[in-house]
């Protein structure tokens, strides 16, 4: 069913996707200097979105 299908596709986007060690690190000491709220993590993970948009798509294309 649906269920299915979203878990599959979950499962793929999972194993495409890749973040450097680099921009991990840079998230991380964002938290660690007080940026650590819900918002503020969900606005990180926009900006880093914004940056790597193709990446991004390219990952989203190929978990469908």
């Known amino acids: 069913g649906l269920g299915d299908v979203y ?3 979950v499962q793929k986007l999972l194993e495409v996707a890749s973040i450097p060690l680099a ?3 840079a998230q991380n000491m964002q938290m660690n ?3 650590k709220s ?3 993590v ?3 993970a926009k900006a880093w979105i914004k940056i790597n948009q193709k990446t991004f798509d390219s990952w989203i294309a190929a978990a469908k």
Do not use: F, P
């Open 38 to 40: 819900e918002r503020q």
């Open 23 to 25: 921009d991990i690190a």
């Open 42 to 44: 969900k606005d990180h």
């Open 7 to 9: 878990k599959r596709q």
């Open 33 to 35: 200097k007080g940026e």
